[in-house]
């Protein structure tokens, strides 16, 4: 017989759907203190209180029902324990090591998903905190798209921030688009379809194209999910086939002058003039090779976390990449007073932490998305989904300490954690039902 659950119990997934807002919220407008720390300090913000607060609480539902729903994904710990040590032991300054440790603390949102969601109720609560702040966020774009002048708006009729920023938007949107297809499609659920339109438009507005090749990765792999459940139909492809292409098309018009340029850069379209626009694609193609130089001459271990910012490590390569990119405006190379990073999860971390770190780095990916897949349970298709749809979104996005891209990843593998939980004979019994 299932043991009854207590007030307390039945309220644990509650800390996790409370700390959704401030997971996916810009540091800017959290509030914070900063505490002095030798030659650095440390900043403390709403969200690490909120990854903290919801550590806590899984571990004491961990001592109250057992750890029994972390086993089935035993490997996937193993690996993200070992790329939390390698980025530690890769960090060669006390400032560096602050933002290794800030960084390292989203995997316990990962850990924590398994312990804290153990009933279906518990996850489709934290479901639609998710889709809610979801909305919110995109409502917030559609006023800055409109000519709102808030929150770092872009210019009107632009892609926007948000109250994220730009590929933070998109992660937010992209989670929300997986709950929403897995609502609609698995569980015939209409409401799923409010998750679906804001988790779409969503991404049209923050113009992410990083963002649209994850979620059509992503796609592919939901497909797959609801494969391993029941046959697909046509109104599965139907369905996803259209809100990607819409997506798709959404992004390109937002777009449009960026990809011109780009294909300017590349000379398959004339010729780019010299400009100070920066973020653009060829700014990122400018950066990735200042990353994949650094990674030339550290090729195992790295530079060492966060080097790939350091101007001793930067500076050397800026005259083979002025070589390289000389049409591209001095604003921008990095400088001391721009250390615009790598801006490419993938090539920073082999710059930073080497084929070693790389591997680390990819490892829990793929075996998040092999327990996700092979789950065939709640809620694997949503983390499926969105594994893949963070790891398009980190191929524009730099490794940074604390950001919702961060904790968009974490959940994904917590996610899968859950699913393999729920289809593993040790888990607890009494889960998902009702």
């Not at 700390?19 to 030659?39: D, E, T």
């Not at 992503?218 to 997506?247: E, K, Q």
């Not at 398009?392 to 490794?399: D, E, F, K, N, Y």
């Amino acid at each position: 017989m299932p043991t009854p659950e207590t007030p307390a119990a039945r309220g644990r997934a509650l800390v996790l759907a409370l700390a959704v807002p401030f997971l996916f919220l810009h540091i800017k407008y959290q509030p914070g203190v900063r505490v002095p720390l030798g030659s650095t300090h440390l900043g403390i913000e709403a969200s690490d209180l909120a990854v903290v607060v919801v550590a806590l609480v899984a571990l004491r539902e961990g001592l109250r029902a057992g750890f029994a729903p972390l086993r089935p994904a035993l490997p996937l710990w193993i690996a993200s324990v070992a790329l939390v040590v390698w980025i530690l032991i890769r960090s060669d300054s006390l400032v560096h090591l602050v933002t290794a440790v800030k960084f390292s603390e989203y995997a316990l949102l990962a850990l924590s998903a398994p312990l804290l969601l153990r009933r279906r109720a518990d996850w489709e609560l934290v479901a639609a905190a998710i889709v809610a702040w979801s909305v919110a966020a995109t409502c917030f774009a559609l006023l800055q798209f409109f000519g709102a002048d808030i929150a770092d708006a872009w210019a009107a009729g632009r892609r926007q921030p948000s109250f994220l920023g730009h590929s933070d938007f998109a992660a937010l949107s992209a989670l929300a688009l997986g709950i929403g297809f897995a609502a609609v499609l698995l569980a015939n659920r209409r409401v799923g379809w409010l998750a679906v339109a804001g988790g779409g438009l969503g991404l049209i507005l923050s113009g992410a194209s990083a963002g649209l090749i994850g979620i059509a990765a992503g796609t592919i792999a939901l497909l797959f999910a609801i494969w391993r459940r029941r046959p697909l139909v046509l109104r599965d492809f139907a369905v996803s086939g259209l809100v990607v292409g819409v997506v798709a098309a959404g992004v390109l018009v937002l777009r449009a002058g960026d990809f011109e340029s780009f294909l300017r850069f590349l000379h398959v379209k004339g010729k780019e003039a010299q400009t100070s626009n920066i973020e653009t694609y060829s700014q990122h193609t400018l950066l990735a090779y200042v990353g994949y130089q650094i990674w030339r001459d550290h090729p195992v271990v790295g530079a060492g976390w966060q080097a790939s910012t350091n101007p001793s490590v930067v500076d050397p390569q800026l005259p083979a990449a002025r070589k390289k990119f000389p049409e591209l405006p001095a604003l921008a190379f990095p400088t001391r007073d721009h250390e615009w990073g790598v801006q490419n999860a993938y090539i920073q971390a082999a710059a930073d932490l080497g084929l070693i770190g790389l591997v680390l780095w990819l490892a829990p990916f793929a075996l998040a998305l092999v327990l996700a897949l092979r789950a065939n349970a709640p809620p694997g298709a949503v983390a499926a989904f969105t594994i893949l749809a963070a790891m398009g979104i980190w191929g524009a996005q730099g490794l940074v300490a604390g950001i919702p891209l961060d904790a968009m990843t974490w959940v994904a593998f917590g996610l899968a954690a859950t699913a393999a939980a729920e289809r593993s004979p040790v888990a607890a019994r009494g889960k998902w039902d009702g």
